[in-house]
């Protein structure tokens, strides 16, 4: 189905240039990117694949071990890229698969490792089977790869059962038959441009094997499986029986979200990337009601690491932390699985704006808050998040600090859920405006023609440029702390902390001879000098012995 010319596969030699460090995703720093907002290189105001290969030296200089990018395959864009319509494609506007194929070498080449998403629980509309699958008519072959039921009701005008979807409005869209007659409908728990593919069909998974090969065989180190707990859907598709679906959602198993028979899937998936060298890994989006059943998916034949949901959505708050990263180690332990941690992505408000504001908001804010209080909780925030035991991400623009852009004006936003009623909030535009590079210029260094998303003024205060030197500056703050980390044997790696007596409010542990001590407190607080202080996130002072640690800063002591 590709439009473009085949890539050669990377030699295995491409990979090796990679560190060969055994288990190196057990404590990697991962950074996303989301390729439209990160870099534009030919000036049309949508980032792409070059743009993203001519930063790579400031990724690596930042510290991480690999980049995760999200979808740049061929796409309608009716959901930024997670509506496919050619899995083994580049969408012209972000590039070719040369232009990919690039990309993985010099990365690798720079000791970076490439994750790409992978979109499996559902198409685009316009994937060449469902096209032909509506052209067809009721009854061809190719409606058994979706979910096309007959509706309900006495002329079948009723959807075939109660579900909604995520982006709001009912999970089904009725078809028009090639001869002009109301006809069948079919699934989408996102979009009616994301037509859900029925996993039950032997060709489904025949072809996304077929695409894993593919992308491995180009070089890549893994994939982030975008709606993991979703694909399998329960038998016969029952009701759910009630309304405003989506507040249930992480309370509870649902019938179209994790199923138990995901896991024969990723078994399968599993063997094929053990036959590859290079320690590849798969990374699971799994929204699941606890963090034990999302330690499902991490199972030794299963997949390596999944999203950490229940930590993203916590407060800023000491007894909510300590309670949520005692059960996320309590559940990866037994699996031999390491731990997740992450603040923010592409589909949530930014933290330093989410802890701006009062705590119950939710992920998907459209209050700017207060933005002083809201990046120092940020900076103290992601160096509690560091110095925890397993794999932390980092999503672009976070390291400088940036706030959700809440006041874009409606006629630009593009996030498919703002045009729904009672699905998403519909704000995800905000955490997506493209990243500020320089002082100056039409998009700040993004690229010579403007951004795809306005940029606020005075974002180029928070670029990389101005923060760049600058003592104290957010970016700084996460060069130094992701240098220690990696220098430090006891941050990373292991599976376990040690709990330390601390005022309320005071998140404090030990992990050998390092210890990490978060004042989530609104308040100044005196505490013991553990030891020579690493980093801190704010200004802390030092008396005999004593330290007074400011409200909502983090502080990394060694004892060594």
Same mark, same amino acid.
């Given at each position: 189905?590709?439009?473009?010319?085949?890539?050669?596969?990377?030699?295995?030699?491409?990979?090796?240039?990679?560190?060969?460090?055994?288990?190196?995703?057990?404590?990697?720093?991962?950074?996303?990117?989301?390729?439209?907002?990160?870099?534009?290189?030919?000036?049309?105001?949508?980032?792409?694949?070059?743009?993203?290969?001519?930063?790579?030296?400031?990724?690596?200089?930042?510290?991480?071990?690999?980049?995760?990018?999200?979808?740049?395959?061929?796409?309608?864009?009716?959901?930024?890229?997670?509506?496919?319509?050619?899995?083994?494609?580049?969408?012209?506007?972000?590039?070719?698969?040369?232009?990919?194929?690039?990309?993985?070498?010099?990365?690798?080449?720079?000791?970076?490792?490439?994750?790409?998403?992978?979109?499996?629980?559902?198409?685009?509309?316009?994937?060449?089977?469902?096209?032909?699958?509506?052209?067809?008519?009721?009854?061809?072959?190719?409606?058994?790869?979706?979910?096309?039921?007959?509706?309900?009701?006495?002329?079948?005008?009723?959807?075939?059962?109660?579900?909604?979807?995520?982006?709001?409005?009912?999970?089904?869209?009725?078809?028009?038959?090639?001869?002009?007659?109301?006809?069948?409908?079919?699934?989408?728990?996102?979009?009616?441009?994301?037509?859900?593919?029925?996993?039950?069909?032997?060709?489904?998974?025949?072809?996304?094997?077929?695409?894993?090969?593919?992308?491995?065989?180009?070089?890549?180190?893994?994939?982030?499986?975008?709606?993991?707990?979703?694909?399998?859907?329960?038998?016969?598709?029952?009701?759910?029986?009630?309304?405003?679906?989506?507040?249930?959602?992480?309370?509870?198993?649902?019938?179209?979200?994790?199923?138990?028979?995901?896991?024969?899937?990723?078994?399968?998936?599993?063997?094929?990337?053990?036959?590859?060298?290079?320690?590849?890994?798969?990374?699971?989006?799994?929204?699941?009601?606890?963090?034990?059943?999302?330690?499902?998916?991490?199972?030794?034949?299963?997949?390596?690491?999944?999203?950490?949901?229940?930590?993203?959505?916590?407060?800023?708050?000491?007894?909510?932390?300590?309670?949520?990263?005692?059960?996320?180690?309590?559940?990866?332990?037994?699996?031999?699985?390491?731990?997740?941690?992450?603040?923010?992505?592409?589909?949530?408000?930014?933290?330093?704006?989410?802890?701006?504001?009062?705590?119950?908001?939710?992920?998907?804010?459209?209050?700017?808050?207060?933005?002083?209080?809201?990046?120092?909780?940020?900076?103290?925030?992601?160096?509690?998040?560091?110095?925890?035991?397993?794999?932390?991400?980092?999503?672009?623009?976070?390291?400088?600090?940036?706030?959700?852009?809440?006041?874009?004006?409606?006629?630009?936003?593009?996030?498919?859920?703002?045009?729904?009623?009672?699905?998403?909030?519909?704000?995800?535009?905000?955490?997506?405006?493209?990243?500020?590079?320089?002082?100056?210029?039409? #998009?700040?260094?993004?690229? *010579?023609? %403007?951004?795809? @998303?306005?940029?606020?003024?005075?974002?180029? !205060?928070? $670029?990389? /440029? +101005?923060?760049?030197?600058?003592?104290?500056?957010?970016?700084?703050?996460?060069?130094?702390?992701?240098?220690?980390?990696?220098?430090?044997?006891?941050?990373?790696?292991?599976?376990?902390?040690?709990?330390?007596?601390?005022?309320?409010?005071?998140?404090?542990?030990?992990?050998?001879?390092?210890?990490?001590?978060?004042?989530?407190?609104?308040? #100044?607080?005196?505490?013991? *000098?553990? %030891?020579?202080? @690493?980093?801190?996130?704010?200004?802390?002072? !030092?008396? $005999?012995? /004593? +330290?007074?640690?400011?409200?909502?800063?983090?502080?990394?002591?060694?004892?060594?």
């Amino acid at each position: 189905m590709s439009q473009q010319p085949s890539a050669a596969p990377a030699p295995t030699s491409a990979v090796a240039t990679v560190s060969e460090r055994h288990d190196w995703w057990r404590d990697a720093v991962i950074y996303q990117v989301y390729p439209r907002s990160f870099a534009d290189s030919n000036g049309d105001g949508m980032g792409d694949l070059e743009g993203v290969r001519t930063r790579l030296p400031y990724l690596r200089d930042l510290g991480v071990d690999a980049v995760w990018l999200s979808p740049f395959y061929a796409s309608p864009q009716a959901d930024a890229g997670y509506d496919v319509a050619d899995y083994r494609a580049v969408d012209p506007m972000f590039g070719t698969l040369l232009d990919a194929d690039a990309l993985i070498r010099d990365a690798h080449a720079l000791g970076l490792r490439i994750i790409v998403d992978l979109v499996p629980n559902h198409s685009s509309d316009q994937y060449e089977w469902f096209k032909r699958a509506l052209a067809e008519g009721s009854g061809s072959p190719l409606r058994d790869r979706y979910h096309f039921r007959p509706g309900k009701g006495k002329n079948g005008e009723l959807p075939p059962n109660d579900w909604e979807s995520i982006f709001g409005g009912p999970a089904w869209t009725r078809v028009t038959e090639p001869d002009g007659t109301p006809g069948e409908w079919y699934l989408h728990l996102f979009a009616p441009e994301q037509p859900d593919f029925n996993w039950e069909h032997p060709a489904v998974g025949d072809e996304f094997r077929s695409i894993l090969r593919f992308w491995l065989d180009m070089g890549v180190d893994g994939f982030r499986i975008d709606v993991a707990h979703g694909m399998v859907k329960a038998e016969g598709l029952p009701d759910l029986g009630s309304h405003e679906q989506l507040k249930l959602l992480g309370n509870d198993v649902m019938p179209f979200f994790d199923q138990d028979g995901v896991h024969a899937i990723y078994r399968q998936w599993r063997r094929i990337l053990d036959e590859y060298s290079g320690e590849r890994i798969f990374v699971a989006e799994a929204w699941t009601p606890t963090v034990e059943r999302t330690a499902n998916y991490v199972r030794p034949d299963e997949l390596h690491q999944a999203f950490n949901f229940q930590y993203l959505g916590t407060h800023w708050d000491a007894e909510e932390l300590r309670t949520v990263i005692d059960r996320t180690l309590d559940a990866m332990r037994p699996v031999g699985a390491p731990a997740t941690w992450v603040l923010s992505n592409h589909d949530v408000t930014r933290h330093a704006t989410r802890f701006a504001n009062p705590a119950g908001l939710g992920t998907q804010i459209r209050l700017a808050g207060d933005r002083a209080l809201g990046l120092r909780r940020a900076r103290a925030a992601t160096l509690l998040m560091l110095a925890l035991p397993g794999s932390a991400y980092v999503y672009q623009g976070e390291e400088l600090g940036l706030p959700d852009v809440v006041d874009l004006p409606d006629e630009v936003r593009q996030d498919p859920a703002y045009f729904r009623g009672a699905g998403q909030d519909g704000f995800r535009d905000g955490c997506r405006v493209p990243i500020p590079w320089t002082r100056e210029g039409s #998009s700040y260094g993004f690229g *010579a023609g %403007g951004s795809w @998303l306005p940029q606020p003024a005075g974002w180029g !205060e928070l $670029s990389v /440029e +101005a923060q760049t030197g600058e003592p104290g500056s957010t970016l700084e703050l996460y060069r130094e702390a992701l240098a220690v980390r990696r220098a430090t044997a006891d941050l990373g790696a292991g599976d376990a902390v040690e709990w330390l007596r601390a005022p309320e409010g005071v998140v404090a542990f030990r992990r050998g001879d390092f210890v990490c001590v978060a004042n989530t407190t609104g308040e #100044s607080v005196a505490l013991p *000098a553990y %030891g020579r202080v @690493l980093l801190a996130s704010g200004e802390i002072t !030092e008396t $005999s012995g /004593e +330290a007074k640690v400011p409200a909502d800063t983090t502080v990394w002591w060694t004892r060594a």
